[in-house]
């Protein structure tokens, strides 16, 4: 087999963009001895790294086919341009120590105002995906942070959820009765005040695991609410990205000591028991403590 750089694919950008895009993003195919047929391909990268977040959301490169004289994006693709942003998270390794370190700063700067902090760390118990309805030119996506450029859990969805899962364990999944009790309202805020509990975006603490994960619809035409679900309706594989086996650390402050316990052990139970991101109902999101 061999190896030969292909300039047989496209950027969708704008043509000075694109240019730059294809010295840096590159097509390697694979060929048997001197035949022009392809056999494989995959796509690498230059030797710097580069912001994983724009290459998994604007950095798209496209390979394409000719059959039966028409042009078409190839099976594949997809599969490929998700494995060229896994590897480079994976270039993103030694960035964890220095985000950790300007996020002890961080903590120690906010105690030093008055403020008690407590955190903890915890790994999908299987594998977590945030973000993935998010709007996506290929259709799943993924939260990645727009600077660093590696998977993060906001902490709003950290609130969100952890309020959701107060509301449904001990109110009865009655949020007027969850208002009504004065530790949820200066916790979580309400709409005429805030909250006095600082939920901090999670972040890893250990090397970064990515799979590449399939969600496979039997009867597209149905969910799509076009007709009836029958037998002859064609799967459509539909393939994303995940996280496992990953390290994050939970953290919150407040400089109200007598909220805090509680409010962390709220944040344990809902990744626990209820699990966040998307999926959950089918066993992800879900944290081991």
Not at 127 to 145: A, F, I, N
Not at 167 to 184: G, H, M, T, V, Y
Not at 212 to 228: A, L, T, V, W
Request: aromatic fraction near 12%.
């Amino acid at each position: 087999m061999k190896q030969r750089k292909d300039t047989n694919y496209e950027f969708y950008n704008p043509l000075d963009t694109a240019t730059l895009l294809t010295e840096e993003i590159q097509k390697i195919s694979m060929y048997k001895g001197d035949s022009k047929e392809e056999k494989s391909f995959h796509y690498t990268s230059s030797g710097f790294t580069k912001n994983p977040a724009l290459i998994f959301g604007k950095l798209i490169p496209h390979s394409f086919e000719i059959k039966d004289g028409t042009k078409k994006l190839k099976e594949d693709n997809k599969q490929e341009y998700l494995k060229l942003v896994i590897n480079e998270i994976e270039k993103t390794s030694n960035e964890i120590l220095y985000i950790s370190a300007r996020f002890k700063n961080l903590i120690k700067s906010l105690e030093n105002c008055g403020y008690k902090v407590d955190n903890f760390h915890a790994a999908p118990s299987w594998r977590l995906v945030v973000g993935l309805g998010s709007s996506h030119s290929q259709e799943t996506s993924m939260t990645l942070h727009h600077i660093y450029g590696i998977p993060y859990i906001p902490g709003s969805a950290l609130k969100g959820v952890t309020r959701h899962w107060v509301i449904l364990s001990r109110f009865n999944n009655d949020e007027q009765q969850a208002l009504q009790n004065q530790k949820f309202r200066e916790i979580f805020g309400t709409q005429e005040n805030e909250g006095k509990i600082i939920f901090f975006d999670a972040y890893p603490c250990s090397e970064i695991k990515l799979k590449i994960d399939i969600m496979n619809p039997h009867y597209p035409q149905y969910y799509s609410g076009s007709e009836f679900p029958t037998d002859c309706q064609l799967p459509n594989p539909i393939k994303f990205l995940t996280v496992e086996k990953t390290d994050f650390n939970f953290c919150l402050a407040t400089k109200h000591q007598e909220l805090l316990s509680d409010a962390l052990s709220w944040v344990r139970e809902a990744l626990t028991q209820h699990g966040i991101g998307a999926k959950t109902s089918v066993g992800y999101g879900f944290f081991e403590v």
